[in-house]
């Protein structure tokens, strides 16, 4: 079936054209098609303009809209050539839609996408619950609807990917720590995969970064209540190539420091996967490339033999609706590998045990003792403390204190001023969930 392409006010005309779709994960995904002044199509040649859009992209039942952006025309002689790049409507409402009002202070993502989708028709939703807040200073104040889910994604480390109802003609901007579908086929350079290239930009290599987060402006670094420090596993062969460090106040969460963290040393080694995919419909019917998938990808020569997520897909459909050509860009090993860690990994919130490679100190401010531990650390005369060395804590948590890395000075400041160094001092927490300092008398 041909596509359908509608003027803003009245009826839409069908017309034969290929076309070609892009789409790239979390990104602006664009419809190209070119048309040549016929005698059955010259009425939408001469008169299409932006803003018109076009429907029926993938069959007759496929209702999702593109709005024109870009309208190319040249001369063929008598007769016109035009080339029409699209935007998909969601993506287009973003870009044009923008908020006022400023926005200062901590949010919650839920809070937080509620203003910005505010002036839209849009839905959305969060697939995770356990968001911590984040701190925002001076969004909105004209900023569009795309720039605050961009910063956003970039605060809780999101990406996202639209979701069509038909029943309904709504679209949804489904937000997820990693978008990912698990899928039934395989890529193979013996059955459905031709010209297959691996490609790694070690260009921007880091293998060590620091994050500084928890302070004022005032404050600065220095006086940063959580810094963590990374390191590449392969930092003791390669060497150490250090990364712009994250300095960010407004970042108290250890998970997501964590997160950005690894986000900077993995994206600075860029490794991908390209390759054309063959569609053997009659063999492998449900094989269809989306963004998102995760698919097995094997290829004997190379060596490939991986689960990777399609991070792009370049569809080309003849004037029958049906895929003639499919470019698929794999990538983003690490993330995928960053993700499920974060899934199946618990993260030890006293000793700073969330994984090897990371190493935390903390420094006592006037403002606050030890931001890391979560938990009041309170000064007082214990006369009845427990002589058991594990006090009260439970075995999980001793282990974890006895973990800290003694080299990294832990300190608390008393209301009168005093520093008082806690690095070899013997803590335990109480029944109600307090650390505490273990006293022993002199008489003991």
């Keep these: 079936m041909p596509i359908l392409i509608s003027p803003k006010r009245g009826r839409g005309k069908f017309v034969n054209t290929t076309t070609n779709w892009t789409d790239k994960n979390s990104s602006e995904a664009v419809l190209q098609f070119e048309l040549l002044e016929d005698a059955y199509n010259y009425e939408v040649v001469r008169a299409i303009d932006k803003r018109w859009s076009v429907s029926r992209v993938e069959?007759?039942?496929?209702?999702?809209?593109?709005?024109?952006?870009?309208?190319?025309?040249?001369?063929?002689?008598?007769?016109?050539?035009?080339?029409?790049?699209?935007?998909?409507?969601?993506?287009?409402?973003?870009?044009?839609?923008?908020?006022?009002?400023?926005?200062?202070?901590?949010?919650?993502?839920?809070?937080?996408?509620?203003?910005?989708?505010g002036p839209t028709d849009l839905e959305y939703k969060v697939t995770e619950d356990k968001l911590p807040s984040s701190e925002f200073e001076n969004a909105g104040e004209g900023e569009t609807v795309e720039e605050l889910i961009k910063k956003a994604m970039s605060h809780?480390?999101?990406?996202?990917?639209?979701?069509?109802?038909?029943?309904?003609?709504?679209?949804?901007?489904?937000f997820t720590p990693y978008n990912q579908k698990e899928v039934d086929y395989i890529i193979d350079d013996e059955i459905n995969a031709n010209n297959i290239k691996v490609e790694e930009d070690t260009g921007d290599m880091a293998t060590y970064c620091v994050g500084y987060g928890d302070y004022t402006d005032e404050q600065g670094i220095t006086g940063a209540g959580l810094i963590m420090k990374f390191e590449h596993p392969d930092m003791k062969d390669i060497g150490k190539y250090e990364a712009e460090p994250i300095k960010d106040g407004r970042i108290k969460d250890?998970?997501?420091?964590?997160?950005?963290?690894?986000?900077?040393?993995?994206?600075?080694?860029?490794?991908?996967?390209?390759?054309?995919?063959?569609?053997?419909?009659?063999?492998?019917?449900?094989?269809?490339?989306?963004?998102?998938d995760l698919v097995k990808i094997r290829h004997s020569v190379l060596g490939l033999n991986e689960i990777v997520r399609i991070v792009e897909v370049k569809t080309k459909r003849d004037i029958n609706n049906e895929i003639v050509k499919q470019e698929v860009v794999l990538g983003e090993y690490r993330r995928y590998d960053r993700y499920m860690n974060r899934i199946n990994v618990a993260a030890n919130t006293i000793g700073g045990l969330g994984g090897g490679a990371f190493v935390r100190d903390y420094r006592s401010t006037s403002a606050k003792t030890s931001s890391v531990l979560a938990t009041t650390i309170e000064l007082r005369n214990e006369g009845n403390a427990s002589t058991d060395?594990?006090?009260?804590?439970?075995?999980?948590?001793?282990?974890?204190?006895?973990?800290?890395d003694a080299s990294s000075k832990l300190t608390a400041k008393k209301v009168d001023g005093t520093v008082i160094d806690l690095s070899d001092k013997e803590l335990y927490i109480d029944e109600n969930g307090n650390l505490k300092i273990k006293e022993v008398s002199d008489n003991a």
């Design 254 to 292: 250890e998970e997501l420091m964590k997160a950005k963290l690894q986000k900077v040393i993995d994206d600075s080694i860029k490794r991908s996967i390209s390759l054309d995919f063959i569609v053997l419909k009659k063999y492998y019917p449900n094989a269809n490339p989306r963004v998102g």
């Design 156 to 174: 809780w480390d999101l990406e996202f990917y639209i979701d069509f109802d038909k029943k309904t003609k709504k679209y949804t901007f489904v």
């Design 389 to 404: 060395k594990a006090g009260l804590m439970s075995p999980e948590d001793k282990k974890k204190l006895d973990s800290i």
């Design 59 to 117: 069959g007759l039942d496929d209702e999702k809209e593109y709005l024109a952006f870009l309208i190319d025309r040249q001369a063929h002689g008598t007769k016109q050539r035009v080339t029409v790049s699209c935007r998909y409507k969601p993506i287009d409402t973003i870009k044009r839609r923008r908020i006022y009002a400023p926005i200062n202070g901590s949010f919650t993502a839920k809070k937080f996408l509620d203003i910005a989708f």
